[in-house]
């Protein structure tokens, strides 16, 4: 996989954007938030951060991002197909492939998609607890021109705990598209 390091560098020569990023988790293993996801230039951020970075992260992506003719090359990027019809039973199967003691990475964009909402979706949350994994806070902000990894949080359980040192992190963070972000809060914590 000598490409990715190779593809890594020059999207960080050519993007105007500079990588400032916390070492990940010595672990192998993480849930990492993609936020603020405003943009289709937020998948190429993560893989340029994580290449960057020595890691080879998988991420959920629409299943329909996984039909001919470029579905084997989001599968080959590290992609895993949500059907988001029907997505029960995702978090106990990722649960479970991390208790099998394999490393995983999982890059998850909390939001779901890139055109704002009222609320983030709660999966990213449940893994990390269900599989105790540590929360990576991975962003990018167009203010400071700057991407890459923040802290590893672990997950106490307390959800409006949790989501409030989430939140305190994304406060003066601003995708490519402001307008477009939602703010980090779950439904649960209503």
């Known amino acids: 996989m000598l490409v990715r390091p190779l593809l890594a560098r020059a999207f960080w020569a050519i993007s105007g954007y500079r ?3 916390e070492p990940p988790p010595a672990s192998g293993s993480a849930v990492f938030i ?5 943009s289709n230039w937020d998948f190429v951020f993560m893989l340029a951060i994580c290449w960057k970075l020595g890691l080879s992260p998988k991420w959920l992506g629409k299943h329909t991002l996984f039909k001919p003719p470029f579905g084997w090359a989001m599968r080959a990027v590290g992609g895993l197909p949500v059907d988001r019809a029907n997505p029960a039973g ?4 990722i649960v479970a492939r991390v208790r099998t003691g394999r490393p995983l990475m999982l890059v998850i964009a909390p939001e779901g998609t ?8 709660s999966g990213f949350y449940r893994i990390a ?4 994994l540590p929360v990576v806070l991975g962003y990018v902000d167009s203010v400071t021109r700057t991407a ?3 802290p590893a ?3 106490s359980g307390n959800v409006t705990a949790d989501m409030d040192r989430i939140r305190d992190f994304y406060a003066d963070k601003h995708g490519i598209r402001p307008q477009n972000f939602a703010p980090p809060r779950l439904r649960e914590e209503s």
């Open 90 to 93: 995702l978090v106990d199967e």
């Open 153 to 155: 949080i672990v997950i």
């Open 148 to 150: 890459g990894l923040g």
């Open 129 to 132: 607890r269900d599989a105790d």
């Open 34 to 38: 993609g936020a603020p996801h405003t």
């Open 19 to 21: 990588l400032r990023s």
């Open 114 to 121: 890139r055109g704002g909402g009222g609320h983030w979706k």
